[in-house]
């Protein structure tokens, strides 16, 4: 199997602590983490106390931490969306090869260098496209690939962010602006339009797309709203957004449902009703969401045409009660359906009975993206190790191009659905 790898983590957040760090936590006979960089104090020393790593290794900052000589194998990139390019070219100068949490970039001239700089420093970069690593999405690329289906003429996608998610993330928490992070196409759903791309198994030629932030608006605001959720808020009772239900008392992600996990642990370590409470009355967390500053889309529809004249859509919408992927893959010989959240697939081909497939139990931690989390991390130390080639991994050529495909949609969108070709942003 190899030397045991090391690595630094650049970014000790959701993913860089609850993700990726976690797993190899697990996997201490493969990987050893020597160096953290994390700007919060409490996040560095919870992360640093996990690892094990020693005071003069756990960095306030990703520079100062690249500032000092390589010393590990691989930097984990888990910093904010706007700064995974440069710690990413920066880290390649210095040696390290890349496990690079996604969105690559939002800027299409960034996209365009990080690939050039892997290209000139000779470095292999994965981006954290976890969702190819599920057996829900690897069980469908193999179903595909057998040709039992035929040629693929059509994929229907719908990624359900559900209610709360939307919230959380894109209305109230760092995601919320496209300006300070990305556009929400890209932010949310390059995971989406890579899996589609990777099962197509072509290019896409030109995209359009129609989208908008039809519901978080001030002028949606319930009679009696206030400006935070713990200030009297009249609407409270009948308010599916009210932060006290989704934190403190809804049975899916509550603190008093005994729901300590995400999205809780983002408002702080260890969460408790007192800690939760405290956030909200003070934090970004209690505000009503019809009285933030956002600007993401919560709905948006992709079309993408393919170069091997295949036809995708991908539907993103807030409006779900609950989350996961649904997909409907439509070829000459049979057709498959599948519901990521129920883990099940039914595959027909034509004139015979439908098979079944219940995927569930299959992944070592279905709690990480349905597996996938676990499942790149694998993959990615395989790959370190020279046990994976470059075509079964998602690194960094092809998940460009669900990056281009995104920012494709987003000028599409702005411009009222008008097609927008793939070709010239390759350059």
Same mark, same amino acid.
């Given at each position: 199997?190899?030397?045991?790898?090391?690595?630094?983590?650049?970014?000790?957040?959701?993913?860089?602590?609850?993700?990726?760090?976690?797993?190899?936590?697990?996997?201490?006979?493969?990987?050893?983490?020597?160096?953290?960089?994390?700007?919060?104090?409490?996040?560095?020393?919870?992360?640093?106390?996990?690892?094990?790593?020693?005071?003069?290794?756990?960095?306030?900052?990703?520079?100062?931490?690249?500032?000092?000589?390589?010393?590990?194998?691989?930097?984990?990139?888990?910093?904010?969306?706007?700064?995974?390019?440069?710690?990413?070219?920066?880290?390649?100068?210095?040696?390290?090869?890349?496990?690079?949490?996604?969105?690559?970039?939002?800027?299409?001239?960034?996209?365009?260098?990080?690939?050039?700089?892997?290209?000139?420093?000779?470095?292999?970069?994965?981006?954290?496209?976890?969702?190819?690593?599920?057996?829900?999405?690897?069980?469908?690329?193999?179903?595909?690939?057998?040709?039992?289906?035929?040629?693929?003429?059509?994929?229907?996608?719908?990624?359900?962010?559900?209610?709360?998610?939307?919230?959380?993330?894109?209305?109230?928490?760092?995601?919320?602006?496209?300006?300070?992070?990305?556009?929400?196409?890209?932010?949310?759903?390059?995971?989406? %339009?890579?899996?589609?791309?990777?099962?197509?198994?072509?290019? !896409?030629?030109?995209?359009?797309?129609?989208?908008?932030?039809?519901?978080?608006?001030?002028?949606?605001?319930?009679?009696?709203?206030?400006?935070?959720?713990?200030?009297? !808020?009249?609407?409270?009772?009948?308010?599916?957004?009210?932060?006290?239900?989704?934190?403190?008392?809804?049975?899916?992600?509550?603190?008093?449902?005994?729901?300590?996990?995400?999205?809780?642990?983002?408002?702080?370590?260890?969460?408790?009703?007192?800690?939760?409470?405290?956030?909200?009355?003070?934090?970004?967390?209690?505000?009503?969401?019809?009285?933030?500053?956002?600007?993401?889309?919560?709905?948006?529809?992709?079309?993408?045409?393919?170069?091997?004249?295949?036809?995708?859509?991908?539907?993103?919408?807030?409006?779900?009660?609950?989350?996961?992927?649904?997909?409907?893959?439509?070829?000459?010989?049979?057709?498959?359906?599948?519901?990521?959240?129920?883990?099940? %697939?039914?595959?027909?081909?034509?004139?015979?009975?439908?098979?079944?497939?219940?995927?569930?139990?299959?992944?070592?931690?279905?709690?990480?993206?349905?597996?996938?989390?676990?499942?790149?991390?694998?993959?990615?130390?395989?790959?370190?190790?020279?046990?994976?080639?470059?075509?079964?991994?998602?690194?960094?050529?092809?998940?460009?191009?669900?990056?281009?495909?995104?920012?494709?949609?987003?000028?599409?969108?702005?411009?009222?659905?008008?097609?927008?070709?793939?070709?010239?942003?390759?350059?």
């Amino acid at each position: 199997m190899g030397e045991k790898l090391k690595a630094v983590i650049l970014g000790m957040g959701s993913r860089g602590k609850n993700a990726y760090g976690a797993e190899f936590l697990t996997l201490k006979d493969r990987v050893e983490v020597v160096a953290i960089a994390e700007p919060d104090e409490e996040r560095r020393r919870i992360g640093g106390d996990a690892h094990g790593v020693p005071a003069d290794k756990r960095f306030s900052s990703a520079e100062e931490l690249l500032a000092c000589p390589k010393m590990a194998d691989f930097a984990c990139v888990c910093t904010q969306d706007r700064q995974h390019a440069g710690h990413a070219v920066a880290a390649m100068k210095r040696g390290y090869d890349i496990l690079l949490e996604k969105p690559v970039s939002p800027i299409l001239s960034e996209l365009q260098n990080i690939v050039r700089v892997a290209n000139e420093e000779g470095r292999r970069v994965v981006v954290c496209h976890v969702l190819r690593y599920t057996p829900f999405f690897g069980t469908i690329k193999k179903e595909i690939d057998s040709g039992r289906l035929g040629r693929i003429v059509n994929i229907q996608a719908i990624e359900n962010v559900r209610y709360f998610h939307q919230a959380h993330s894109y209305v109230r928490e760092n995601w919320r602006r496209e300006e300070e992070t990305s556009p929400m196409i890209l932010a949310k759903c390059c995971h989406d %339009l890579d899996y589609l791309i990777w099962l197509c198994g072509s290019r !896409c030629e030109r995209v359009s797309s129609f989208g908008s932030l039809f519901y978080f608006r001030p002028e949606n605001a319930p009679e009696g709203a206030a400006m935070r959720c713990l200030d009297g !808020c009249l609407a409270k009772e009948t308010c599916p957004y009210d932060a006290e239900k989704i934190y403190l008392t809804n049975k899916d992600t509550g603190v008093l449902q005994g729901n300590t996990g995400w999205p809780a642990d983002v408002l702080c370590e260890n969460p408790t009703e007192e800690k939760i409470r405290e956030a909200l009355k003070k934090g970004p967390y209690g505000r009503c969401v019809f009285h933030c500053d956002n600007d993401v889309v919560d709905n948006q529809i992709v079309n993408l045409q393919m170069e091997n004249g295949a036809a995708l859509t991908l539907t993103m919408s807030a409006f779900t009660s609950g989350g996961g992927r649904t997909i409907k893959v439509m070829g000459t010989l049979g057709d498959l359906w599948g519901d990521m959240d129920q883990n099940i %697939l039914r595959i027909t081909e034509y004139g015979k009975e439908p098979r079944v497939i219940d995927l569930a139990g299959q992944a070592e931690d279905s709690d990480g993206h349905g597996g996938g989390d676990r499942g790149l991390v694998l993959a990615f130390l395989d790959y370190m190790q020279g046990l994976k080639k470059d075509g079964t991994i998602s690194t960094l050529e092809t998940s460009i191009e669900s990056h281009l495909a995104a920012l494709a949609a987003e000028t599409s969108r702005l411009r009222n659905g008008e097609p927008v070709e793939i070709a010239p942003m390759r350059s």
